[in-house]
């Protein structure tokens, strides 16, 4: 259900932009550092558009790749825990630290 929450979100946001976009046909001159240009704005709207996506996406690729690497060094902690633990018979309990 929130995946289709989603896509109809990102679909009704991508209709703004280009109606947005469409709306706004005029040429515009854009300066940069070493010069400028000059372009319709329906281009830099969309440009825009898609670096940001480009961006959000990039950040959420690193901040997964992060969290997934965080889980497989929880999952063996967990196994070194379990293992630690139906070793120790003779009741002493076992205390386990994290290095953070």
């Known amino acids: 259900m929130k995946g ?3 896509v109809i979100l ?7 932009v280009a109606l947005l976009a469409v709306a706004n046909v005029e040429q515009v001159t854009i300066h940069y550092l070493v010069g400028e240009t000059r372009l319709p704005l329906i ?4 440009g825009s558009a898609v670096l940001g996506g480009l961006v959000v996406g990039m950040l959420g690729w690193v901040r997964l790749f992060s969290l997934r690497r965080q889980v497989k060094l ?12 139906a070793g120790n018979t003779d009741g002493e309990s076992v205390s386990l630290e994290r290095e953070g």
């Open 10 to 16: 990102a679909l009704v946001l991508a209709l703004i």
């Open 43 to 46: 281009i830099v709207i969309l």
């Open 4 to 6: 289709q929450i989603n």
């Open 74 to 85: 929880l999952e063996r902690e967990r196994e070194e825990w379990t293992k630690n633990k």
